[in-house]
């Protein structure tokens, strides 16, 4: 095998590991697509909120610091102790939760019935008030997040390839937290599915989605599904936002990883939960291997657009996504 | 009345009925493995008021989608003044002279009663998007000569009390109203009525049963309609089709039709023993 | 009570169908257009300029632009802010390639130039709709930025990678460039919105209008009457590009004088202008002119209060401002989805009774 060969093969599996962080905040998306109808633009930002929440929590900043400094001219910034990394991620989780029930209380209440653009754009708002409220809240600086998990190269998986190839191929360079990743994602879905399937609120769940109207009338609380669906949808950004802060920083290009999810979620499909992921596994490799073959032809950093325009293609021929079924218009 | 043969006739009421104005030639549609229609054919003739019923799923709304070149038929062929009709898109069936109502009201609901009317007439407009952009020249002049033939239909159906209302706003009854207006507007050589008369109440019905045969008889227009409510397709149409399962079980006048032992056991039930 | 229409007989079904049916509104129409010709330019300064006047007036093409896709066709586009880039950088390689030309027409060249790339990205909406199409509209924006950002020849091999206008004059009096005066940009941009609004109104009150609005409501049926969905929907792309790309050519040429593509017209943009229509009013020709003004006025009130006021850190009133904006998109889509320009309907219905509601 040539190195070059070798080379593409590393790109790939890499792609691979970018690709489970998208398919992360497009299973985000689907769940609460399937669910409500809603488009939810803010689930990238949602993941940044939790990801700015949860540093701040640990290493124990005062929340608001910057504004009450502002507004009473106190210079005020940590409590002083930091928490244990799980308590932290909890509490975090709990902040999702009441987020979600804050967003259903003040938001999708009155939104009930309005068509789906009206609510897409409520979120977009939402988007916007949740980046500005993770800033106040927290400070806009870049923050490290370190909860513990493995980070660096794999030298297991290094040395156990490094024999494929020439002299000068060392091995394929995998970063263990992208195998981390990988295995919490898989969990994650894993136990989503068994949750959807077999427990009660997930029947409710899937009956919600499958048709609102219905599922009111046989007595399902559509509002207690809307909370428990993002609330999901908010720990699962909760999950992504750990996985993609500690590996580059909780920044605001956190929240952009939101927008690389929607390409994902029109190869797979707004409703498909494996489609999500294996969108998100296409969108991942592609890019990367579009970048390494093409990219230096073409000046680089075409990973800004390569996975809207292999989308819009991949629609024009197959306007049903990957999963979906042939849609039959009717009048 | 040689109603099977192709030749021309004066009907009772003094309506002239012409030679064959469309054709549906060995029909059949499917979905995936569902055959919605299967082997249907029958002609409508020019003038007349052509009724297509049938029980809930016989596949008569499908067969209304052919005719309107929403669907393309799997098999078969739909003649149309004396021509194949070959592969088109619905907007150029509509070009051809034929415009249809729905059975669930497709009325646009954000535009005003006269703009939906006006909609309907968008086959015969032609001014280009400069003309239009600077409201000049043959654009200005277009938009004056077609608002004179919708006030007309708005005069016909009596509504120029809503005549600027969102349809969005209106009753089910007059959104009815207005999209048989809509498509009037097209000034159709075929007219085709889904449905017309569904969910209205008797007096309604009423309405719009004299606004048909008021349509039939002073503008000449062919109509095609589909209806489950017996009683009143056989008192208004000349011909009626009944399909039942996707197969043409049926087909003559009104008399002929009730008469069919099979129409009838269609629409009574019969134990199959 | 001078509001009413009563009296005010109409002779004509062109008179009829004009803009302003009420003989008030034609006044106030004109008395608005007298003061924005009449007054402002002699009293306007380059901050209420470069703050509040040439901004608004720009982002309102830009608004009405996207409003004539997503208000009038229904077609949500995210990829304003990549088509605003095309008209800017259309006029600066028309400007610097042909500096004899007068600016004013390269500007409505580069408008037609993102005409035909907006037809061109609009092709895939006659496969993919609804959300599906907003998303691939994001394909446009990311991919122009990119393009620009990459093809040296789109900035003249620029070494910053920035592009920069030149100083094009009309009669010797300089419409672009570093010494162009505050009331001049102002009259141009001036100028280009009211014949713009007027075109805008004119294509979405007649046959072309209708037929995107048909699609818009309800795209199949429309479609069974005979509206040619390609063409509705191309033009709508086409027309809306033309109106965003003029805004972007103003906005490069006129307002910055300079900009960086992936600043000044990432998808940042591309959110502000669909929130200035959707706080505006979809669908509506004085929404556009609301929510921009509404977008341009928040930050600079915001920031005046905050930071002139308060002496609050510039930082925390720009995310205090993302907040608000946020709250409010969501408070107005709840409280009124049609926006400010419903309000000012309600307002106006309301009016024509006043003071005898009976």
Redesign the interface.
């Known amino acids: 095998m040539t190195d070059q060969f070798l080379y593409a093969i590393e790109v790939m599996i890499n792609g691979l590991m970018a690709g489970v962080l998208y398919s992360l905040v497009a299973l985000g998306f689907v769940l609460i697509f399937k669910a409500s109808g809603i488009?939810n633009y803010a689930q990238g930002v949602m993941a940044l909120f939790a990801a700015l929440t949860l540093v701040g929590l640990q290493k124990g900043q005062i929340p608001f610091a910057?504004?009450i400094n502002?507004?009473f001219g106190t210079d005020i910034h940590y409590f002083g102790w930091e928490l244990p990394a799980i308590l932290a991620i909890a509490l975090t989780a709990g902040v999702m939760v009441v987020l979600a029930i804050l967003i259903e209380r003040f938001?999708l209440k009155?939104?009930v019935n309005?068509?789906?653009?009206?609510l897409?754009?409520?979120t977009?708002?939402?988007?916007?008030?949740?980046?500005?409220?993770g800033?106040?809240m927290w400070g806009?600086d870049i923050k490290t997040l370190d909860v513990g998990l493995p980070q660096g190269a794999s030298l297991w998986a290094e040395q156990a390839t490094s024999g494929l190839g020439s002299e000068n191929f060392y091995g394929f360079f995998i970063d263990k937290l992208d195998i981390a990743a990988a295995l919490t994602a898989a969990a994650l879905v894993i136990s989503l599915t068994l949750f959807s399937q077999y427990s009660k609120q997930g029947r409710a769940l899937r009956a919600v989605a499958d048709d609102h109207q219905a599922a009111l009338s046989v007595g399902v609380s559509l509002r207690f599904i809307w909370v428990l669906v993002w609330s999901i949808a908010g720990i699962v950004a909760l999950v992504a936002g750990i996985m993609w802060g500690a590996k580059s920083g909780v920044q605001f290009s956190l929240s952009l990883i939101a927008?690389k999810a929607?390409?994902v979620?029109?190869l797979g499909g707004?409703t498909s939960i494996p489609g999500a992921i294996v969108g998100g596994l296409i969108i991942g490799v592609g890019e990367k291997l579009f970048e390494f073959t093409i990219g230096p032809m073409?000046?680089?950093?075409?990973e800004?657009?390569f996975a809207?325009?292999l989308?819009?293609v991949f629609?024009?021929f197959r306007?049903q996504g990957l999963f979906g079924e042939k849609i039959i218009?009717r009048? | 009345m040689n109603v099977m043969s192709n030749d021309p006739y004066t009907t009772a009421d003094g309506r002239r009925i012409g030679g064959v104005l469309m054709e549906m030639k060995n029909i059949t549609l499917r979905f995936g493995g569902v055959v919605a229609i299967k082997d249907i054919s029958f002609d409508i003739r020019e003038g007349e008021i052509r009724a297509i019923i049938g029980p809930n799923g016989a596949g008569k709304s499908s067969m209304l989608n052919v005719m309107?070149?929403?669907y393309t038929p799997t098999e078969g062929e739909v003649w149309f003044e004396g021509c194949p009709r070959p592969q088109m898109?619905?907007?150029q069936?509509?070009?051809q002279g034929i415009?249809?109502t729905?059975q669930n009201i497709?009325?646009?609901?954000?535009?005003s009663t006269l703009?939906n009317i006006?909609?309907?007439r968008?086959?015969r407009?032609n001014?280009n998007?400069l003309n239009?952009?600077?409201?000049w020249g043959k654009?200005?002049a277009?938009?004056?000569v077609h608002?004179?033939a919708v006030?007309k239909i708005i005069d016909f159906l009596e509504i120029q009390h809503i005549r600027k209302t969102p349809v969005g706003r209106l009753p089910y009854g007059l959104q009815k109203r207005v999209e048989l207006g809509?498509?009037l507007a097209?000034e159709p050589r075929i007219l085709l009525l889904d449905e017309p008369m569904a969910g209205m109440n008797v007096e309604e019905k009423e309405d719009m049963c004299r606004f048909i045969l008021d349509v039939n008889d002073e503008f000449g227009t062919t109509i095609a309609l589909i209806e489950h409510d017996m009683g009143v397709v056989m008192d208004l149409s000349d011909r009626v089709v009944v399909m039942d399962y996707g197969k043409k079980i049926g087909d003559g006048t009104p008399d002929e039709v009730r008469s069919n032992p099979e129409v009838i056991d269609a629409y009574l039930g019969v134990s199959h023993d | 009570m001078f509001y009413r229409e009563a009296g005010d007989f109409k002779t004509?079904?062109?008179s009829d169908?004009q803009t302003f049916p009420i003989r008030f509104d034609r006044f106030r129409y004109y008395a608005v257009l007298a003061v924005a010709f009449g007054v402002i330019p002699f009293l306007i300064n380059d901050y209420w300029a470069s703050a509040v006047f040439v901004p608004f007036l720009i982002y309102a093409i830009a608004a009405i632009g996207l409003n004539i896709l997503t208000g009038y066709c229904g077609q949500?586009s995210l990829g304003t802010g990549g088509f605003m880039a095309v008209g800017a950088y259309s006029v600066y390689k028309l400007m610097t390639a042909f500096p004899d030309v007068n600016i004013l027409i390269h500007v409505v060249l580069a408008g037609m130039i993102t005409a035909a790339v907006g037809a061109l990205f609009g092709l895939?909406s006659l496969?993919?709709?609804?959300?599906?199409l907003?998303?691939?509209t994001?394909?446009a924006?990311?991919?122009l930025?990119?393009l620009f950002?990459?093809?040296p020849w789109f900035y003249n091999y620029s070494a910053s990678g920035q592009i920069s206008a030149p100083e094009r004059t009309l009669f010797g009096v300089a419409l672009t460039g570093p010494n162009t005066d505050a009331s001049v940009k102002y009259l141009v941009c001036l100028g280009f919105v009211v014949v713009l609004a007027w075109?805008a109104r004119?294509?979405t009150r007649?046959?072309?209008g209708?037929?995107w609005?048909?699609i818009?409501?309800?795209d199949?049926?429309?479609?069974?009457?005979?509206?040619?969905?390609l063409r509705a929907k191309l033009?709508a792309f086409a027309?809306s590009s033309f109106f965003v790309g003029i805004a972007g050519a103003l906005f490069f040429a006129v307002y910055l004088g300079a900009v960086e593509v992936g600043e000044a017209f990432g998808?940042q943009k591309s959110?502000l202008i669909?929130?200035m229509v959707?706080i505006g009013g979809l669908?509506s020709i004085f929404g556009s002119f609301a929510g921009a003004a509404f977008l341009v006025l928040l930050p600079v009130l915001l920031k005046n209060v905050l930071v002139g006021g308060?002496g609050?850190?510039t930082?925390?009133a720009a995310?205090?401002?993302?907040?608000?904006?946020?709250?409010?998109?969501?408070f107005f889509?709840?409280a009124e989805?049609h926006g400010l320009a419903q309000l000012w309907r309600i307002a106006k219905e309301k009016l024509r009774l006043w003071p005898f509601p009976h």
């Not at chain 3, 995310?319 to 969501?330: F, N, P, S, T, W």
Request: without cysteine; negative net charge.
């Open positions: 488009f910057h504004l502002a507004m938001i009155y939104l309005q068509e789906p653009i009206i897409f754009m409520a977009i708002g939402l988007a916007y008030f949740l980046e500005g409220l800033d106040v806009s927008l929607l390409p979620l029109m707004f073409i000046g680089g950093a075409t800004n657009w809207y325009v989308a819009l629609l024009v306007p218009e009048v | 309107s070149g929403f898109r619905p907007y069936v509509a070009r415009a249809r729905f497709a009325l646009f609901q954000g535009m703009d006006m909609t309907g968008i086959t407009m001014s998007l239009q952009a600077l409201w654009a200005e277009e938009e004056t608002r004179e006030e809509r498509a097209a | 004509s079904y062109l169908s949500v895939p496969r993919i709709k609804g959300f599906y907003a998303v691939a994001l394909a924006q990311f991919f930025v990119w950002n990459k093809v075109v004119n294509l007649g046959t072309v209708r037929s609005m048909a818009r409501d309800m199949i049926a429309a479609e069974i009457i005979g509206v040619n969905p033009t027309v998808i959110f669909l929130f959707i669908g308060l609050w850190p930082d925390l995310h205090l401002e993302l907040m608000v904006v946020g709250a409010l998109i969501i889509l709840i989805p």
